[in-house]
């Protein structure tokens, strides 16, 4: 992988890696990583909602499931590039908290969740 002058940079090769690290890392039970970087864990009430909608939800569509593999092919590198900064932090925790709370008005419980095996 070659040199990058921004952090988002990158070609399609990696871009390939980084889908299929998500993919090893999704048979380990990875992590939301922005929701984990906003909420400060993997293990509390906002992430564990989420979760179950990537899990109940988004992973039972194709395009779901596209967008999960978007998601972890692009998250950990802006969390890398820019995790550390409030604006950031701030910037994600409206629009989860939002999310959030949208989804527990469906029904999505709060409550601890253990992830589901990659279909």
Same mark, same amino acid.
């Given at each position: 992988?070659?040199?990058?002058?921004?952090?988002?940079?990158?070609? %399609?090769?990696?871009?390939?890696?980084?889908? &299929?690290?998500?993919?090893?890392? /999704?048979? !380990?039970?990875?992590?939301? &990583?922005?929701? %984990?970087?906003? &909420?400060? @864990?993997?293990?509390?009430? /906002?992430?564990? %909602? #989420?979760? !179950? *909608?990537?899990?109940?939800? #988004?992973?039972?569509?194709?395009?779901? !499931?596209? *967008?999960?593999?978007?998601? &972890?092919?692009?998250?950990?590198? #802006?969390?890398?590039?820019?995790?550390?900064?409030?604006? *950031?932090?701030?910037?994600?925790?409206?629009?989860?908290?939002?999310?959030?709370?949208?989804?527990? @008005?469906?029904?999505?419980?709060?409550?601890?969740?253990?992830?589901?095996?990659? !279909?």
């Amino acid at each position: 992988m070659g040199k990058h002058n921004h952090p988002l940079d990158f070609d %399609t090769d990696e871009l390939l890696f980084l889908m &299929y690290e998500m993919d090893e890392d /999704q048979k !380990r039970g990875s992590a939301c &990583y922005i929701a %984990t970087c906003v &909420y400060g @864990s993997y293990d509390c009430p /906002q992430v564990w %909602t #989420l979760r !179950r *909608f990537r899990d109940g939800k #988004l992973a039972r569509t194709v395009p779901g !499931r596209w *967008f999960i593999r978007l998601y &972890y092919a692009v998250s950990p590198r #802006l969390v890398s590039a820019f995790g550390e900064k409030e604006g *950031f932090r701030r910037f994600w925790r409206k629009r989860l908290d939002r999310l959030v709370a949208r989804l527990k @008005s469906e029904g999505v419980p709060d409550t601890p969740y253990r992830d589901t095996e990659p !279909r």
